[in-house]
């Protein structure tokens, strides 16, 4: 089965620098890329996703890459923010039996 | 839509009582997850619905596990007996067939 490995496990910013976060996995059949993030509190939320079929996708602050390749996959904040501060969670899945596996989380803090 | 709703948000129970969480998804998924949180083991995919059809039950860590889905907007999770080693986040998500899956807020679990 999937497998999906996650690094740092922890990882603290300045307000303003750059945050990143990387993922393997291990099934070639995965082709859905999602990221999660968990507050205190409360359940996981998609921030962003990426389908095997692009290499990068934006959207403001978040930015992902994916290299099929290698089987890795990144998570890019830009221009971070304390309210940025959370536990991030990436995932793999095969879309064709809708079974998400779940990285081991970062705990991102962003100090001011 | 409210999204995805859990009771009870926590319960503390002693060992070798019957433990029953509930979850209502949201109206018009077909898919329905349960997933356990510990630090220990991240986010574990228990078992996961379609149609109200159990497809993959591989998680279930063991017989003391048991879920149901007896219509398309109740399902229950149920630990008879309960054990220490039980103690976790439980949380219910909910999906349509696109990979996104919307989690409710959870159920905290202890057991004595």
Same mark, same amino acid.
């Given at each position: 089965g999937e $497998?999906?490995e +996650?690094?740092?496990?922890?990882?603290s910013v +300045?307000?303003?620098?750059?945050a990143?976060?990387?993922c @393997?996995?291990s /099934?070639?059949?995965? $082709?859905y *890329?999602?990221?999660?993030?968990q507050?205190? !509190?409360?359940?996981?939320?998609?921030?962003?996703?990426?389908?095997? $079929?692009v290499?990068?996708?934006?959207d403001?602050?978040? #930015?992902v890459?994916?290299n099929k @390749?290698?089987?890795?996959?990144?998570?890019?904040i830009?221009e971070? +923010?304390?309210?940025?501060?959370?536990?991030?969670? =990436?995932?793999a899945m095969n879309? !064709? *039996? +809708?079974?998400?596996?779940f990285?081991?989380?970062t705990?991102?803090?962003?100090?001011? | 839509d409210a999204?995805?709703?859990?009771?009870p948000r926590?319960e503390?129970?002693? &060992?070798?009582q019957?433990v029953?969480l509930? =979850?209502?998804p949201i109206?018009?998924?077909d898919y329905l997850?349960?997933?356990?949180?510990? &630090?220990?083991?991240g986010?574990?995919?228990l078992i996961?619905f379609?149609? $109200?059809?159990?497809?993959d /039950?591989?998680?279930m860590?063991?017989d003391?596990f048991?879920?149901? &889905?007896?219509?398309?907007?109740?399902?229950t999770?149920?630990?008879q007996?309960?054990?220490?080693?039980d103690s #976790?986040?439980? *949380? =219910? #998500?909910?999906?349509w067939? @696109?990979?996104?899956? *919307?989690f409710?807020?959870?159920?905290?679990?202890t057991?004595?």
């Amino acid at each position: 089965g999937e $497998n999906v490995e +996650q690094h740092p496990s922890t990882l603290s910013v +300045q307000e303003g620098d750059s945050a990143v976060i990387k993922c @393997t996995y291990s /099934d070639s059949a995965s $082709n859905y *890329f999602p990221w999660y993030k968990q507050e205190l !509190g409360k359940g996981p939320q998609l921030i962003i996703d990426i389908r095997s $079929n692009v290499g990068e996708k934006k959207d403001q602050r978040i #930015a992902v890459t994916l290299n099929k @390749t290698a089987k890795h996959f990144s998570l890019h904040i830009t221009e971070t +923010q304390p309210e940025d501060s959370a536990v991030y969670f =990436c995932a793999a899945m095969n879309t !064709g *039996f +809708q079974k998400l596996v779940f990285g081991t989380g970062t705990r991102l803090l962003v100090s001011p | 839509d409210a999204g995805v709703i859990q009771s009870p948000r926590h319960e503390v129970t002693e &060992m070798g009582q019957e433990v029953t969480l509930r =979850c209502k998804p949201i109206s018009g998924h077909d898919y329905l997850f349960w997933y356990r949180q510990t &630090m220990m083991r991240g986010l574990e995919l228990l078992i996961y619905f379609n149609n $109200n059809v159990p497809i993959d /039950d591989s998680g279930m860590p063991e017989d003391r596990f048991s879920a149901k &889905m007896p219509n398309a907007s109740f399902s229950t999770l149920k630990i008879q007996p309960s054990e220490p080693r039980d103690s #976790a986040v439980y *949380f =219910c #998500a909910s999906s349509w067939n @696109t990979g996104e899956l *919307f989690f409710g807020e959870g159920s905290r679990l202890t057991v004595l």
